[in-house]
């Protein structure tokens, strides 16, 4: 998906770059959760959609505040439904978007906070009526790529991935659960930093806003 972060990407020169990789410890990506909650791989207790909406304000200082205001209920409701860690769907979003300051392709009235269909070129992608559906829409696309039969998709992007099978070979390549680090290698398989950079979000909000009183 091309988004504001892919937009983003183009403008860093290779200096910049390379000082970032050697920053960020590698061990990371290979951190991010498994997709589908467990006994033993449940959204932790600090997270609270307070603490999100106080995270992404301190990232954002232009945050449109009045209109994603219920962006991290919406993520955690839609989430606790479906079954999966909706807590790294939401650090996704936040690299899709640039913490919801939008500046590449897709534009905030979409509602399309993981760049379903925008391929680059100016192409916007899919558009969705609020965040509540938008956020159902990621949420959605998410737990396809575990594997999970989606019936009815909110998405058109994910209607057509599974009618097409695209995945279907390559996930019963991979062995074990689905994880978030393996779902980065085929969502944006050019980005070779996708998962690291969300795993750095996960870090800055688990070191941060998780330790913090909740609004």
């Not at 304000?57 to 919406?74: H, L, Q, S, V, Y």
């Amino acid at each position: 998906m091309t988004t504001y972060r892919a937009a983003s990407a183009l403008a860093l020169s290779l200096s910049a770059a390379t000082v970032t990789l050697a920053l960020v410890s590698p061990a990371l990506a290979a951190d991010l959760p498994q997709i589908r909650v467990s006994s033993t791989n449940a959204v932790p207790a600090c997270v609270t959609p307070g603490r999100l909406m106080a995270f992404v304000e301190a990232r954002n200082g232009k945050f449109d505040k009045a209109a994603f205001d219920g962006i991290a209920t919406e993520y955690m409701r839609h989430g606790e439904a479906l079954g999966i860690r909706w807590d790294y769907a939401f650090f996704q979003m936040l690299v899709e978007t640039g913490s919801l300051a939008f500046k590449g392709d897709v534009k905030p009235r979409q509602n399309n906070f993981a760049g379903l269909g925008a391929t680059g070129g100016g192409e916007p992608g899919e558009s969705f009526k609020d965040i509540s559906t938008g956020a159902r829409a990621h949420l959605e696309h998410v737990l396809m790529y575990a594997g999970e039969r989606i019936e009815n998709p909110t998405a058109e992007r994910t209607r057509k991935v599974q009618e097409w099978g695209v995945l279907t070979s390559w996930q019963r390549s991979l062995k074990g659960p689905m994880t978030f680090a393996q779902l980065t290698r085929k969502w944006s398989p050019g980005d070779r930093g996708y998962a690291r950079d969300i795993a750095s979000v996960a870090d800055s909000f688990f070191d941060g806003a998780c330790k913090s009183a909740d609004p």
